[in-house]
């Protein structure tokens, strides 16, 4: 589905990213691990057009990717859920999870697309008619990841998603991840939180100062004892 192939990217003169090898398959849930600073941020932006490679090809759906508009991007399915979050604070839940609809030509489908979310995080549905600015971290995670799906994603990007929250939040988080990824949508999870990331991951690649210095399955990983030194702290 998604095939990056000698991507390197950064910004102005500064290279971050150097020479990036990754696959997304169909129905997988791939994980992009990383310390602080090691290029993860600066990847998912590369994938979705707001960052221009310097080098390399990104073929999304079998069509290239580089180039595009990130608006096209998210037209043809290729979607980011930004770090921070990025919501409409004055507007409610529910307008939020609208603005989700802008990529599409006809609302025919929107109410289900609405009950489909709700089935995922009821809480929103709890909250709808409340501004998004009023919700807890938690909640405006789950409306982010929410507000992205009302555009039909093939791949969701995920940017940290954990962050802020609580151990219990963060297992409904990505409890949901998976649950997305059965529902059909591939998802590529970025995260510092190596252990959970791995957990969840079909596949998942180490990304080190901007280069894929390791990859696997996500129990390979797990049990890799560079990946658990180095992330595990183990
Ligand atoms: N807009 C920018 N201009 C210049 N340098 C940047 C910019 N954004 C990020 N960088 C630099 O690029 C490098 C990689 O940053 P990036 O945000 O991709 O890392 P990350 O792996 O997502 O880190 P974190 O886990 O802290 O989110 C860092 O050294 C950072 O300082
Ligand atoms: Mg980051």
Known sequence: M????????GYHHLQI???LDLEVHEGEIVALVGANGAGKTTTLKTLSGLVRPTAGSITFGGDQ????RPSELVARGLVQVPEGRALFGPLTVEENLRMGLWTR????????????VFELF???LERRKQLAETLSGGQ???LAIGRALMTRPKLLMLDEPSTGLSPKLTWTV???VKTIRDRGVAVLLVEQNAAQALNLADRAYVLESGSIVLSGT???LATDERVRKAYLGL
């Open 105 to 116: 030509r006809k609302e025919a489908r929107a109410s289900a697309d609405l009950e489909e």
């Open 218 to 220: 996500g129990k390979e």
């Open 65 to 68: 990717a580089v180039g595009v």
């Open 2 to 9: 998604l095939e990056v192939k000698g991507l390197s990217a």
């Open 17 to 19: 990213l150097h020479e």
């Open 122 to 124: 009821p809480i929103l």
């Open 140 to 142: 405006q995670q789950m």
């Open 174 to 176: 990505l409890d949901a």
